[in-house]
């Protein structure tokens, strides 16, 4: 990894500033980037992503948003699309299909049609062709507006494993599995740090209690 790439993926607000330039994809990242441009919009993050399972092949995948705020966000005209290493970008969910509400704290489920998991998806890709990649991939939420809300890449997900946010602990990240799993997913540091593997997924969708919330 380059100094560039460090500082990209890093700090890439900071990047950006210095360069006057978009900061380049690294593999080496996996991370969650907001872009500038989207600061006035509302804050939505990726929260959970699993690429594929041993059991049931590539296309067992599903992504996981989180609502860290204190109101619901209407996600109708919204899409979700996968990126590869050279920033070709697919439809998940078209912007013409995607519909629902993330509650205040809640979780929302995106999954491909043959996703297998315990709980139900909210909404399924719109197209089911455009798999994600088990290395080098991205995943992109844009608005109504098309501003880039959220982005999570990385270098790789195991088959059978997801790459999870950390949770906000009195404004510092931290796991959220163990002691963290009932905190929530707010960890929102633009660096590569913000994730971390984790062996079991543990997909949730708007039916999931609130989090966070103290041990069930």
């Not at 070709?88 to 995607?98: G, K, M, P, R």
């Not at 704290?105 to 315990?118: D, E, T």
């Not at 991939?137 to 880039?148: H, K, P, Q, R």
């Amino acid at each position: 990894q380059s100094l560039g790439e460090a500082a990209a993926c890093g700090n890439p607000r900071r990047y950006l500033a210095q360069q006057k330039r978009s900061p380049p994809f690294s593999p080496a990242c996996a991370s969650s980037r907001t872009e500038p441009q989207a600061q006035a919009s509302i804050k939505i993050l990726i929260s959970e992503i699993q690429a594929g399972t041993e059991t049931n092949g590539s296309e067992d995948e599903f992504v996981e948003l989180y609502n860290p705020n204190a109101q619901s966000v209407d996600l109708v005209g919204w899409s979700l699309k996968k990126k590869t290493s050279t920033g070709t970008e697919s439809n998940l969910v078209s912007s013409a299909s995607f519909s629902g509400t993330i509650a205040p704290k809640s979780f929302f489920l995106i999954a491909h049609a043959n996703y297998q998991g315990a709980k139900t998806k909210d909404l399924t890709y719109s197209a089911n062709s455009n798999n994600l990649a088990y290395t080098n991939n991205s995943v992109v939420l844009y608005d109504t507006s098309n501003n880039v809300i959220d982005e999570a890449n990385w270098t790789d997900i195991p088959k059978s494993q997801s790459l999870e946010r950390k949770a906000l602990i009195d404004g510092a990240c931290a796991t959220s599995q163990n002691s963290g799993e009932y905190l929530g997913n707010g960890c929102d540091t633009d660096s590569m740090s913000d994730f971390e593997l984790r062996a079991v997924p543990n997909p949730q969708n708007t039916q999931s209690l609130l989090e966070p919330r103290s041990a069930p």
